[in-house]
């Protein structure tokens, strides 16, 4: 199994995970509330608190933007002493071109998810055309 299967497995195995369904700006602002209380608990200071919101809220924004619904998983995780907080984000929108993941066009420094790979840890993402899109990210606690 893949780290990233395992990411996956984890989120929806997890007892004490956060999930908000995605559909409109509302629960987007819900899930931005929800990821910071959660990094403000885990001890992340107020930029990594700032940068899992904005992460969080760019993976809401592309679940209503192309594919009109959405679940987002938030929780946290400790694993050989290293303090994480986790998001995912999946839908079953249209998905990502073979062709755009083969070129990078979506990781390119003018996309979204490019931002949200740049502020985040550990990044994850598959997609299929027609089979929607699944994004992971990880965050680590500095101490």
Sequence with gaps: MSEFEEFIKEAKKRKRVILVNIENEWDVVMARREIRRLAEEVGFDEVDQARLTMSLAELAKNIILYAGKGKIFMWKSIHKGEVNVNILAEDEGPGISDWDLKRGFILQKSTGLA?????ADKFFL???PGRGCIVGIKKILRK
């Design 126 to 128: 598959k997609s299929s």
């Design 115 to 119: 931002s949200v790979k740049q502020l």
